[in-house]
């Protein structure tokens, strides 16, 4: 069988060593500008494509080299370079297949724009020339001594901001608005480009061509990028390495310069650009290009570092054999072979990176969905999780269609199938109702004690913890005005009763008898209203109960201010639990459902309890705060205006406390509520939800 040609524009050169110590070369593809690492045996084989027949070019290997061939070698060659364009076309329907070949790359509108939207790169500039000029001024910033001084200027800089910390972290939440958020895009972007200029100075350097710079759009986000592929002809991996540094060293030297230049100016302009530049660059080399999660520095870094080319390939194909042998025991073949340690790590790798693209996918989805028009951004977000998370578990499980009669025949593929089956039942089987809130144990009735006016202390206040029987009195006040007022409406209405009572014996008084009696009538009602007012000054305890919260400096003859609280009377014996649900939970319960509340910390008993109301409406205000997330309860809350608003609808729950709480003494106790609730299927609530968010915002 005849062999197609290679493209004469093809390079080779020496690479380095491979982890197992036997040589590489790069395959270099000018056209395109990419690069192929390849083996011996790979070199060997493409050394004796002139040959054009299989069975000529594994003799030639047999005799010729120490190396063995076979026919199936020299057919994955061949596939290989079939696969990247690296063979010449022949034939007279040769454009018509490159035609297909390219559509068949472009794919559809629809391919394109799953592509596209979220990544694609607009080449902008040809800088290598303009490097080269360029790079006797640059080698200054490379140079030893920059180092030193960029070190210094670190190291003075992260002591003046430890010194003025209060000043900075200030100047940050200064700049969360508008305005702040602009700047930090023009800072971003400023810093991205001298990022780039890194990159490319560092490969200029090593003697690499920087064919390209442009801007990238990522969801619509412009950054900056740089064609650094040439530095894959270089041999050793330090030197890749440097050059996949470079961005995040010069992004840490304007950083460093930039802090210090804080440190040291005065308040203006230029030290607003100075934070600006010294925290963009923090953050964004901290929180972008240092992830290995994604195809950024951080990611060439560890290739480069590891010596492992396709690290995310190469570690995503271990992961996914691992995990076919641990489900189903195939007892395949490695794709590749490592050390137990490195084995291990590549596969923790893979799944920290299948997590972290997942989460970030998901993410990108909400993104778009609500910064796009809404028919566009629901298209978008089924896109992104159709095509980011879905296709590739269809591909897995598509991948073991031509194994199932190896998986149908293995134990553990039945074993797995089984734990599968039970984590299923698990989501999709009832379950008991168990609501697990914080709430807050407390007597069932109190009465507070205060002041109705300013008044004075008359007797003797009652001890903490004091016992009032039913009727007595707590504490009696005297207030000088009503007093004054109750002995003149007395004299009043005792002078009234006489002139009636004498009206008989004297002609005049006789015709004035019926205005006497409207007038004393009215002054008894006076005096009445006014004894019912006096009486708020002596309370009563309408139960037989306990004094607490008592001012320990209070004493007789003090001067209490209006509306002041003196005590409070805590009725013996009867106790109730108060906690809030949302509105899924407070569904699931019902007056007379039983439940369990133990204090904080387990030092009280626990107790029994029984569902007595469940409130019709939503709590608007938060009487407890003691059940706010502020205060370590489960309510997410927001303050305004002084008060504590639930962030969702919450319903006040009352539940009676069945046993008797002796250890507790008459106070408020904060704890766990457990409520038997319903039965309830555990996915159906997450599936009800996306159901309602889905016809929420498709209009329907």
Same mark, same amino acid.
């Given at each position: 069988?005849?062999?197609?040609?290679?493209?004469?524009?093809?390079?080779?050169?020496?690479?380095?060593?491979?982890? %197992?110590?036997?040589?590489?070369?790069?395959?270099?593809?000018?056209?395109?500008?990419?690069?192929?690492?390849?083996?011996? $045996?790979?070199?060997?084989? *493409?050394?004796?494509?002139?040959?054009?027949?299989?069975?000529?070019?594994?003799?030639?290997?047999?005799?010729?080299?120490?190396?063995?061939?076979?026919?199936?070698?020299?057919?994955?060659?061949?596939?290989?370079?079939?696969?990247?364009?690296?063979?010449?076309?022949?034939?007279? %329907?040769?454009?018509?297949?490159?035609?297909?070949?390219?559509?068949?790359?472009? !794919?559809?509108?629809?391919?394109?724009?799953?592509?596209?939207?979220?990544?694609?790169?607009?080449?902008?500039?040809?800088?290598?020339?303009? *490097?080269? &000029?360029?790079?006797?001024?640059?080698?200054?910033?490379?140079?030893?001594?920059?180092?030193?001084?960029?070190?210094?200027?670190?190291?003075?800089?992260?002591?003046?901001?430890?010194?003025? /910390?209060?000043?900075?972290?200030?100047?940050?939440?200064?700049?969360?608005?508008?305005?702040?958020?602009?700047?930090?895009?023009?800072?971003?972007?400023?810093?991205?480009?001298?990022?780039?200029?890194?990159?490319?100075?560092?490969?200029?350097?090593?003697?690499?061509?920087?064919?390209?710079?442009?801007?990238?759009?990522?969801?619509?986000?412009?950054?900056?990028?740089?064609?650094?592929?040439?530095?894959?002809?270089?041999?050793?991996?330090?030197?890749?390495?440097?050059?996949?540094?470079?961005?995040?060293?010069?992004?840490?030297?304007?950083?460093?310069?930039?802090?210090?230049?804080?440190?040291?100016?005065?308040?203006?302009?230029?030290?607003?650009?100075?934070?600006?530049?010294?925290?963009?660059?923090?953050?964004?080399?901290?929180?972008?290009?240092?992830?290995?999660?994604?195809?950024?520095?951080?990611?060439?870094?560890?290739?480069?570092?590891?010596?492992?080319?396709?690290?995310?390939?190469?570690?995503?194909?271990?992961?996914? /054999?691992?995990?076919?042998?641990?489900?189903?025991?195939?007892?395949?073949?490695?794709?590749?072979?490592?050390?137990?340690?490195?084995?291990?790590?590549?596969?923790?790798?893979?799944?920290?990176?299948?997590?972290?693209?997942?989460?970030?996918?998901?993410?990108?989805?909400?993104?778009?969905?609500?910064?796009?028009?809404?028919?566009?951004?629901?298209?978008?977000?089924?896109?992104?999780?159709?095509?980011?998370?879905?296709?590739?578990?269809?591909?897995?499980?598509?991948?073991?269609?031509?194994?199932?009669?190896?998986?149908?025949?293995?134990?553990?593929?039945? &074993?797995?199938?089984?734990?599968?089956?039970?984590?299923?039942?698990?989501?999709?089987?009832?379950?008991?109702?168990?609501?697990?809130?914080?709430?807050?144990?407390?007597?069932?009735?109190?009465?507070?004690?205060?002041?109705?006016?300013? =008044?004075?202390?008359?007797?003797?206040?009652?001890?903490?913890?004091?016992?009032?029987?039913?009727?007595?009195?707590?504490?009696?006040?005297?207030?000088?005005?009503?007093?004054?007022?109750?002995?003149?409406?007395?004299?009043?209405?005792?002078?009234?009763?006489?002139? =009636?009572?004498?009206?008989?014996?004297?002609?005049?008084? &006789?015709?004035?008898?019926?205005?006497?009696?409207?007038?004393?009538?009215?002054?008894?009602?006076?005096?009445?209203?006014?004894?019912?007012? $006096?009486?708020?000054?002596?309370?009563?305890?309408?139960?037989?109960?306990?004094?607490?919260?008592?001012?320990?400096?209070?004493?007789?003859?003090?001067?209490?201010? &209006?509306?002041?609280?003196?005590?409070?009377?805590?009725?013996?014996?009867?106790?109730?639990?108060?906690?809030?649900?949302?509105?899924?939970?407070?569904?699931?319960?019902?007056?007379?459902?039983?439940?369990?509340?133990?204090?904080?910390?387990?030092?009280?008993?626990?107790?029994?309890?029984?569902?007595?109301?469940?409130?019709?409406?939503?709590?608007?205000?938060?009487?407890?705060?003691?059940?706010?997330?502020?205060?370590?309860?489960?309510?997410?809350?927001?303050?305004?205006?002084?008060?504590?608003?639930?962030?969702?609808?919450?319903?006040?729950?009352?539940?009676?406390?069945?046993?008797?709480?002796? =250890?507790?003494?008459?106070?408020? /106790?904060?704890?766990?509520?457990?409520?038997?609730?319903? /039965?309830?299927?555990? !996915?159906?609530?997450?599936?009800?939800?996306?159901?309602?968010?889905?016809?929420?915002?498709?209009?329907?």
């Amino acid at each position: 069988m005849s062999l197609p040609a290679l493209r004469e524009e093809l390079s080779l050169m020496p690479g380095a060593n491979l982890p %197992d110590g036997q040589p590489s070369w790069t395959l270099h593809d000018p056209v395109r500008n990419r690069y192929y690492k390849i083996d011996w $045996l790979t070199l060997v084989i *493409l050394q004796r494509w002139w040959m054009d027949d299989i069975d000529e070019i594994v003799g030639a290997i047999a005799i010729e080299t120490t190396l063995h061939a076979e026919p199936a070698d020299v057919e994955g060659v061949r596939t290989f370079l079939t696969d990247n364009e690296l063979l010449q076309r022949t034939g007279g %329907d040769n454009a018509r297949k490159m035609a297909d070949r390219l559509a068949a790359m472009q !794919g559809t509108a629809f391919n394109w724009l799953v592509h596209h939207y979220l990544f694609f790169r607009i080449p902008l500039v040809r800088p290598d020339r303009w *490097l080269g &000029r360029m790079l006797p001024v640059a080698e200054f910033f490379f140079s030893r001594k920059f180092l030193l001084a960029t070190l210094a200027a670190f190291g003075i800089g992260l002591f003046e901001v430890a010194r003025n /910390w209060d000043s900075f972290s200030a100047s940050l939440m200064d700049t969360f608005n508008l305005a702040g958020f602009l700047a930090y895009g023009v800072t971003l972007f400023g810093v991205k480009v001298f990022h780039e200029l890194g990159h490319a100075f560092s490969a200029k350097r090593l003697g690499c061509r920087v064919p390209a710079m442009g801007v990238a759009f990522l969801v619509m986000m412009p950054v900056a990028y740089t064609d650094t592929n040439d530095t894959w002809r270089l041999t050793d991996r330090m030197q890749r390495l440097q050059v996949a540094t470079a961005g995040i060293a010069t992004e840490l030297m304007i950083a460093s310069w930039a802090t210090l230049a804080w440190a040291l100016l005065p308040d203006g302009a230029l030290r607003s650009s100075a934070f600006f530049l010294a925290t963009t660059s923090w953050i964004a080399t901290i929180a972008i290009n240092a992830s290995p999660f994604m195809r950024f520095d951080g990611y060439f870094i560890l290739s480069d570092w590891l010596d492992m080319p396709n690290l995310h390939e190469r570690s995503f194909a271990l992961a996914r /054999w691992h995990l076919r042998e641990v489900l189903f025991d195939l007892r395949e073949d490695r794709p590749e072979h490592f050390s137990r340690r490195k084995e291990i790590a590549l596969i923790l790798f893979a799944w920290g990176v299948w997590i972290y693209r997942l989460v970030l996918f998901l993410g990108i989805a909400v993104l778009v969905y609500h910064f796009f028009v809404k028919a566009v951004g629901i298209l978008l977000f089924v896109i992104e999780i159709g095509w980011f998370v879905l296709k590739p578990l269809k591909q897995e499980i598509m991948a073991w269609k031509p194994r199932w009669p190896v998986i149908a025949s293995r134990a553990r593929s039945r &074993r797995s199938a089984i734990i599968a089956g039970a984590l299923v039942a698990l989501v999709f089987m009832p379950w008991p109702g168990r609501i697990g809130v914080s709430g807050v144990l407390k007597p069932a009735e109190t009465v507070p004690i205060f002041a109705p006016q300013g =008044a004075r202390v008359e007797s003797a206040p009652p001890a903490e913890g004091a016992t009032i029987a039913a009727g007595a009195e707590v504490l009696r006040l005297y207030s000088p005005d009503l007093a004054w007022r109750r002995a003149g409406l007395k004299a009043k209405v005792d002078r009234l009763r006489w002139q =009636a009572a004498a009206a008989g014996l004297d002609t005049d008084t &006789r015709s004035r008898l019926q205005s006497l009696q409207v007038e004393l009538a009215t002054a008894e009602a006076e005096l009445t209203s006014l004894e019912e007012e $006096l009486s708020l000054y002596s309370p009563k305890a309408p139960w037989p109960g306990v004094v607490r919260d008592v001012d320990p400096d209070l004493h007789r003859g003090q001067w209490v201010g &209006r509306k002041e609280r003196i005590a409070i009377l805590v009725k013996q014996g009867a106790w109730v639990v108060e906690t809030y649900l949302d509105e899924e939970e407070v569904k699931r319960i019902s007056v007379g459902d039983s439940g369990r509340f133990s204090t904080d910390g387990g030092g009280g008993p626990s107790l029994s309890l029984k569902v007595m109301g469940v409130d019709a409406d939503a709590t608007r205000v938060l009487p407890n705060a003691m059940l706010a997330t502020i205060h370590g309860g489960h309510i997410i809350v927001r303050e305004k205006n002084n008060q504590v608003i639930p962030e969702q609808a919450m319903y006040r729950v009352t539940l009676a406390v069945e046993d008797k709480p002796a =250890a507790l003494s008459t106070q408020a /106790w904060r704890g766990t509520v457990v409520i038997n609730g319903t /039965w309830q299927v555990p !996915g159906w609530r997450y599936l009800r939800n996306a159901l309602a968010i889905l016809v929420r915002e498709s209009g329907m």
